[in-house]
């Protein structure tokens, strides 16, 4: 094996890519795109808090199911709603929330209808756009071996990867991190694992212990559901596992 393989395989993390079927008949408490989203107990529709209008709901995932992953041991259904007329790109920005709800049960479940969008302006009135409402789909985990990308491994591996500043092992990195994991860099929805950064790592840190934050979920721009972030772009939900449920979002696209 390779030194460079070897490297590769010690940071290797187990991740879960989902893979979407557009269905009309998901549940309220499974892994979806789309559709009605989960809620129990008092719970509220969260509106946006820089234009007052509900949030849209984009996903919801059910970490428990992802046993691999170390998210497991902190998450439970993870739901995503994100504000489509603000467009929050970084998670200082209003417009988005993550919300854990840690042991869901079909017997708890209460439906929430979403809070009506506010009047329109005229523009879009006369041009009958309408924000984008994505389409349920079922969503099924499947568990793949994810490799870190080159910065992010350079950041990992520290004092063992002086060979890795060479331009040659670009191109040989990819190709093997894509013939280990059988995944190609296609920016899709997974859950744990190394985030696939489509404009390089943030090198995301803790607000709290300054620790390096882990992928709890990766969104991607998904055609089945109707759901695109800029140019073909990704949500990425990052954690702390000291501090797991203070989440930070980032998005970035081509
Ligand atoms: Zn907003
Ligand atoms: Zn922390």
Request: proline share 6%; aromatic share 12%.
């Amino acid at each position: 094996m390779s030194k460079l393989e070897d490297l590769a395989r010690k940071y290797a993390k187990p991740a879960y890519s989902a893979k979407l079927t557009v269905s009309d008949s998901c549940t309220v408490l499974e892994s979806k795109f789309g559709g009605q989203p989960y809620f129990e107990g008092d719970s509220q529709w969260t509106c946006c808090t820089k234009c007052n209008s509900a949030l849209f709901f984009i996903c919801q995932v059910d970490i428990r199911q992802c046993t691999l992953a170390s998210a497991s041991q902190h998450f439970g259904l993870v739901q995503f709603f994100y504000c489509w007329n603000c467009y929050p790109w970084e998670s200082e920005q209003p417009g988005w929330s993550v919300v854990n709800i840690p042991s869901p049960e079909a017997a708890k479940a209460k439906p929430v209808q979403m809070p009506p969008q506010p009047a329109r302006g005229f523009l879009s009135k006369i041009f009958k756009r309408n924000p984008a409402q994505t389409t349920q789909c079922r969503i099924a985990l499947l568990p793949f071996d994810s490799f870190p990308q080159l910065d992010d491994l350079e950041q990992l591996a520290d004092n063992e990867a002086d060979f890795l500043q060479s331009d040659e092992i670009i191109d040989e990195y990819y190709g093997l991190i894509e013939k280990l994991s059988g995944r190609s860099d296609d920016y899709s929805t997974m859950v744990g694992g190394h985030a696939e950064w489509i404009q390089g790592s943030p090198n995301a840190k803790c607000k709290t212990c300054g620790q390096r934050m882990e992928l709890l979920m990766q969104i991607g721009s998904e055609p089945e559901a109707r759901l695109m972030f800029g140019d073909a772009g990704a949500a990425y939900i990052m954690y702390c596992s000291q501090h797991p449920h203070d989440v930070q979002l980032y998005t970035q696209c081509f």
